[in-house]
C-alpha cells in the first residue's frame, strides 16, 4: 500500500467550475500537509500548507484535513484555464521527508 | 518562500558518460536540499537527502555510488549522475527546506541519456 493515494484523474471542469482533489494517507505520524501545482516540465510550486485538522483558506484555494479519517483535499473556487496544471499532495513526516500522491491532472475549459 | 534555482535546465548526453546538476538556494541558506527524480506521468520519488558539510543519505534502492551528491556550501548542491544509461533519462528536482516551513523546489533538470 502507498503512503499516499490519490486519484490521477484526469479531471477536466468548465470554466469557473469547483475543483476537487482528494487524498489518503495511511501514516499517522505524518504531521504536515501539502498542495503544490507542476505546470509540464517545471517544478512543483507551493500552493498550500498546513498542519492541523480543519480548513485553511487562501484566495481561490481550500485546503481541508481531517486527521481522524487520514484525508486532505483541495478545493479551487471559479476555476480558471490557467488553474489547468497537475496538483500533487504531499504530506511530510518527522524526518522533514516528503511522499507524494501521484498527482491529478486538471484541465479547465474555457 | 525561498528561491531556488537548477543548472542546466536539461541535458543530453550519451550512455555511459557523467552528468552533473547544480542546485543552487538563491535567498536562504539551506543546511538541507533534497534531491528527486520524476518519471513521465508519474509523481515526484525522493532519492537523497543532501547535507552541507556532510554525507547525504539516500533512500532505499537508490544507488549512492551512481548518484554522487556534494553538498559543499549553504547554497550549492551537486547531483552527479555517474555512467548514465538511458534509462536514468528523468526529470531531477532539488528542493530546499526553509526553517520551520515545508519545501520549496527548483524548476528541474530534465536529462535525457541516448
Known amino acids: 500500500q502507498k503512503e499516499v493515494e490519490q486519484d490521477p484523474g484526469p479531471l477536466s471542469v468548465p470554466e469557473g467550475a469547483i475543483v476537487s482533489l482528494n487524498c489518503t494517507y495511511s501514516?499517522?505520524?505524518?504531521?504536515?500537509f501539502m498542495w503544490y501545482r507542476q505546470y509540464s516540465r517545471k517544478g512543483p510550486e507551493l500552493l498550500m500548507y498546513?498542519?492541523?485538522?480543519g480548513n485553511k483558506e487562501d484566495g481561490r484555494f481550500t485546503a481541508q484535513v481531517d486527521k481522524s479519517s487520514k484525508y486532505i483535499s483541495l478545493f479551487i473556487r471559479d476555476s480558471q484555464p490557467s488553474d489547468s496544471a497537475t496538483y500533487l499532495c504531499?504530506?511530510?513526516?518527522?524526518?522533514?521527508?516528503?511522499?507524494f500522491g501521484a498527482g491529478t491532472t486538471v484541465t479547465v475549459r474555457a | 518562500g525561498a528561491v531556488v534555482s537548477q543548472h542546466p535546465s536539461w541535458v543530453i548526453c550519451k550512455s555511459g558518460t557523467s552528468v552533473k546538476i547544480e542546485c543552487r538556494s538563491l535567498?536562504?541558506?539551506?543546511?538541507?536540499m533534497f534531491w528527486y527524480r520524476q518519471f513521465p506521468k508519474q509523481s515526484l520519488m525522493l532519492m537523497a537527502t543532501?547535507?552541507?558539510?556532510?554525507?547525504?543519505?539516500?533512500e532505499q534502492g537508490v544507488e549512492k555510488d551512481k548518484f554522487l551528491i556534494n553538498h559543499a556550501s549553504l547554497t550549492l548542491s551537486t547531483l552527479t549522475v555517474t555512467s548514465a544509461h538511458p534509462e536514468d533519462s528523468s526529470f531531477y528536482i532539488c528542493?530546499?527546506?526553509?526553517?520551520?516551513?515545508?519545501?520549496?523546489f527548483g524548476p528541474g533538470t530534465r536529462l535525457t541519456v541516448l
Open positions: 528542493s530546499v527546506r526553509e526553517g520551520t516551513d515545508t519545501q520549496y
Open positions: 501514516n499517522s505520524a505524518f504531521q504536515y
Open positions: 498546513t498542519y492541523s485538522s
Open positions: 504531499a504530506i511530510e513526516s518527522n524526518d522533514y521527508k516528503l511522499s
Open positions: 535567498d536562504f541558506q539551506a543546511t538541507t
Open positions: 543532501s547535507n552541507e558539510g556532510s554525507k547525504a543519505t539516500y
